[in-house]
């Protein structure tokens, strides 16, 4: 007998579960995205012991009938695709018709559904992969699918879930996710009779941030948006051959961004609080979050990382989303045109903001791990395993979130009075028309609602909103050139005045960033000053930054050096950059030499060449630059002001660190109890 054998179609469904399956919020996503492919404008998920007990999930989308509930549950039966050219162009968030089949074959789940043009619906019971009982039921338009005992008959599997509260962590971050990228649609989540998260439909994106996260975390985002026609991008046209004459000139869309970014002081350890979404599919993916990297770099520091949000709306056939099981990752068909894309976007839109540093802010802007989205009021014990793992898990530890996923603490929100305004179709959840309509009127007013709520934890407006986005557009750097010098503080720190409050700059820094923004352009049409020293300069290396050397001479040498070596472990730098000379000159060196000494390949793509360019230049500029307790007069000021002003990013330095601070007229009359 061979050995190779047809496995069992138990055993098959099995496996599939391990792809797509493999904890509680992966059963979560998948039927919330079947949810949202049905066109549901309310969704309602109920959690119990973190999902290991039950995942309830209803909504109001278009249900199925009798014959459709009982395919769904087969193995690769969707309607989603219909011939392999549908793969092409794949609009809807599920299409694999893995997800139902795998998840009953590791569960008890019960189905109920109706399209609300039948007589009746159906009502469904599964175990283990088995049909158990069918039968007619009175339903109300939708579906509402139960999932018991999770994992009940792999053991296995089951004792490598986290605790509860981690579970339920990161349930609380799927479902905000999914709120945050479809502000038209209601969200609510409910654990163990706590309402979570619960999100009522509003108009904007920035509404929706408002209302679960609060203003003081919209305060720090900034809007981003941009659009590309990909007629733009060179997309090839299919040949003659291949073109019908009847049809019209194929239109190849248009590449669209928006969003949220944090302002530079807004700096994070790790990229938990970076979440993307093509298509309004939550992805995971290198390309886009190197250009995001690359948007921040020389605005904060390079071990830091920002809070972005991002929304990249494309033609389906530009992107590929069956490369991955659970469909976290893609591929995108012009990997360029889109990295480029978002990375100008973003600092274009950086450049346009110039978002200036609160001085109170600044002083709790140091980078921490963003904390997890586990809700205040299952929060771990200090000291607990399950704390280490919120406060900030390994990379590597199977229980962190998606590298894209947005850490930030949903505020708790407070009960609303009366029944909640969904339609009934689970256990004590029924619609309160006069419920609804009080609570829509207290969101039109903007009042809370409930009189234990803080104003901070109302829901949004678009009046508050409004407030919110000009109070950031106040913030910002585009008024250097005005301001009055009044002094030094210490002779290193300037005190100017303006008409939005007291200005503390750092004149290291400010005077760092002009050079910095000064060299490369002067790099850029090759017309680096040099000037040549009366002596060489001679720089002894170890062996190994020899070959560093050698490696970066070039670039060096277009940026104003002229160095040669002068035996086997010397360099005799016979001309440099202006402004550098003697001991900075030598510790300019070092500093290059020992950064790049991490590449150890040859730089060739534009992207090494850019970071070779622009670490050349914070380094000159650094050791040219005004150092701190140096006196200057009032026109030194003045033109230091002036030439900040012109700058492209004027609120950091190359190295990350803030230059300018802004003690507000509001902060300074708070502080004298003026308001």
């Not at 809070?307 to 490369?323: A, I, S």
């Amino acid at each position: 007998m061979g050995r190779i054998r047809v496995l069992s179609d138990q055993v098959a469904n099995q496996i599939a579960a391990g792809e797509v399956v493999d904890r509680p919020a992966s059963v979560v996503k998948e039927l919330l995205e079947n949810a949202l492919d049905a066109g549901a404008t309310r969704i309602r998920v109920d959690v119990e012991a973190g999902g290991r007990k039950l995942i309830r999930i209803a909504d109001d989308g278009h249900g199925m009938n009798r014959d459709d509930a009982l395919l769904a549950f087969e193995r690769h039966a969707t309607s989603k695709l219909r011939t392999a050219d549908d793969l092409l162009s794949i609009a809807t968030l599920g299409f694999r018709g893995e997800a139902l089949p795998s998840i009953a074959s590791v569960a008890r789940v019960s189905l109920q559904t109706a399209t609300g043009e039948e007589a009746a619906g159906t009502r469904l019971e599964i175990a283990g992969g088995k049909i158990h009982h069918v039968e007619d039921a009175a339903l109300p338009r939708g579906t509402t699918i139960a999932v018991a005992d999770l994992f009940f008959n792999t053991p296995a599997r089951r004792k490598f879930l986290r605790t509860e509260s981690t579970e339920l962590a990161h349930v609380t971050a799927l479902v905000t996710h999914y709120a945050l990228v479809h502000p038209e649609k209601h969200f609510e989540l409910v654990s163990s009779s706590h309402t979570l998260v619960s999100a009522p439909p509003v108009a904007r994106t920035a509404e929706r941030i408002y209302q679960v996260f609060g203003k003081d975390t919209l305060a720090q985002l900034l809007p981003v948006a941009s659009e590309l026609p990909l007629e733009r991008a060179g997309l090839p046209e299919p040949p003659p051959w291949k073109r019908d004459p009847d049809e019209p000139a194929r239109d190849p869309g248009t590449l669209r961004l928006s969003g949220f970014f944090s302002k530079p002081e807004l700096q994070k350890l790790n990229r938990n609080s970076i979440y993307i979404f093509v298509n309004k599919r939550l992805i995971r993916d290198r390309l886009l979050l190197h250009a995001i990297t690359e948007a921040y770099r020389n605005v904060i520091p390079p071990t830091s990382f920002p809070v972005v949000l991002l929304f990249l709306e494309m033609p389906p056939e530009e992107v590929d989303v069956n490369v991955h099981p659970a469909k976290t990752e893609v591929r995108f068909r012009q990997q360029n045109l889109i990295h480029d894309f978002v990375r100008d976007s973003l600092r274009t839109a950086l450049v346009k903001a110039r978002p200036a540093a609160g001085f109170l802010a600044a002083l709790d802007a140091a980078p921490a791990a963003s904390p997890s989205l586990m809700p205040p009021s299952i929060s771990p014990l200090p000291g607990s395993p399950e704390a280490e793992q919120v406060a900030g898990p390994a990379p590597d530890d199977p229980a962190a979130p998606p590298a894209d996923s947005f850490q930030l603490t949903p505020r708790p929100i407070a009960p609303i009075p009366g029944k909640l305004p969904f339609d009934g179709r689970m256990p004590g959840a029924g619609f309160d028309s006069a419920a609804w309509a009080q609570t829509a009127a207290a969101l039109l007013r903007g009042d809370p609602l409930s009189p234990s709520s803080s104003d901070d934890s109302a829901p949004t407006t678009a009046d508050a909103t409004a407030r919110v986005e000009a109070e950031q557009a106040a913030a910002n750097l585009n008024h250097l050139g005005s301001l009055r010098p009044l002094g030094q503080l210490r002779e290193s720190f300037i005190l100017a005045t303006g008409d939005d409050g007291l200005w503390i700059i750092d004149q290291h820094v400010a005077h760092e960033r002009v050079l910095f923004e000064k060299i490369l352009r002067a790099r850029q049409v090759e017309r680096v000053q040099r000037q040549r020293l009366l002596m060489p300069l001679l720089v002894e290396l170890k062996p190994w930054q020899m070959v560093v050397f050698a490696r970066i001479a070039e670039e060096l040498e277009r940026n104003g050096f002229e160095v040669e070596p002068f035996g086997p472990q010397t360099l005799a730098v016979k001309a440099a950059p202006v402004g550098l000379e003697g001991a900075a000159l030598e510790r300019m060196l070092a500093e290059v030499i020992e950064q790049s000494g991490a590449a150890t390949d040859e730089p060739r793509q534009n992207e090494d060449l850019t970071a070779l360019r622009t670490r050349i230049a914070a380094s000159i500029a650094c050791h040219s630059a005004i150092k701190v307790n140096t006196p200057l007069d009032p026109a030194r000021m003045e033109w230091l002001l002036l030439e900040l002003a012109k700058t492209e990013h004027p609120t950091s330095c190359p190295h990350g660190r803030p230059i300018a601070l802004l003690y507000s007229w509001k902060e300074i009359q708070r502080a004298f109890h003026r308001i």
